[in-house]
């Protein structure tokens, strides 16, 4: 079974841009998780969907920063405008109505 | 203080050696409790649960202590490939999904 799928692997943009960075979860899980992970901060949650739903954004650091869950297979996650401190390891995750969360693979975000 | 606390390490033992790691958390209300394991440039995996009566995974060990809010995790007969970063993480209580993970501690086994 393919697990979490996210999408670019790896981004490198210019301060100022939007960024897009996409997911798809496991089949049947209804609980997404976008994720930052930094060397200083570790691994933050970010926003939370359940169903499609958002749950809780209010690790979202700022109006910047938008997530979306149109359907139960895709999710964006967006910054926009991007700034150098948003450089970071985004991960997603998701997992069935459990505790037990299953990572993708990451998006490893460089913003010059 | 901080919501799941773990000494960074590194700890760096020899093959077939015990090592034990230790995280305290803050929230009492918490529910759930796990041990990640992130290995260098790839995303975090479950390693094990933990439950409130301690349970083992073949060289793994994993205890809860709720009254001091501590858990451990020891592993034995350590191995080349247990070299990884160990993450601590405990639910945000009273909210289903929601997991707060510690900064992890880092081991390295070594031939």
């Known amino acids: 079974d393919a697990g979490v799928i996210q999408s670019p692997r790896h981004e490198v943009t210019e301060m100022g841009q939007e960024v897009t960075l996409r997911c798809k979860p496991i089949s049947g899980h209804d609980y997404l998780f976008w994720y930052r992970q930094t060397m200083m901060r570790g691994l933050e949650l970010l926003i939370y969907?359940?169903?499609?739903?958002?749950?809780?954004d209010s690790g979202m650091p700022e109006d910047r920063f938008s997530a979306k869950m149109p359907n139960a297979s895709f999710s964006t996650l967006k910054i926009q405008p991007s700034e150098p401190r948003d450089s970071a390891v985004y991960f997603c995750?998701?997992?069935?109505?459990?505790?037990?969360?299953?990572f993708g693979p990451g998006t490893r975000l460089t913003v010059l | 203080r901080k919501e799941v606390e773990q000494d960074p390490g590194p700890f760096n033992v020899p093959e077939g050696a015990t090592v034990a790691f230790n995280c305290t958390y803050s929230n009492s209300a918490s529910q759930s409790f796990f041990w990640y394991r992130q290995d260098c440039r790839k995303e975090p995996k479950l390693l094990m649960s933990v439950y409130s009566s301690g349970n083992e995974d073949g060289r793994f060990t994993a205890q809860l202590n709720r009254a001091s809010q501590y858990i451990s995790l020891l592993i034995r007969d350590s191995k080349l490939s247990d070299s990884a970063t160990y993450l601590c993480v405990v639910s945000r209580g009273g909210s289903q999904g929601n997991l707060i993970f510690g900064k992890g501690t880092k081991l390295s086994v070594k031939p």
């Open positions: 995750a998701s997992s069935l109505n459990t505790d037990t969360q299953y």
């Open positions: 969907f359940n169903n499609n739903v958002p749950i809780d």
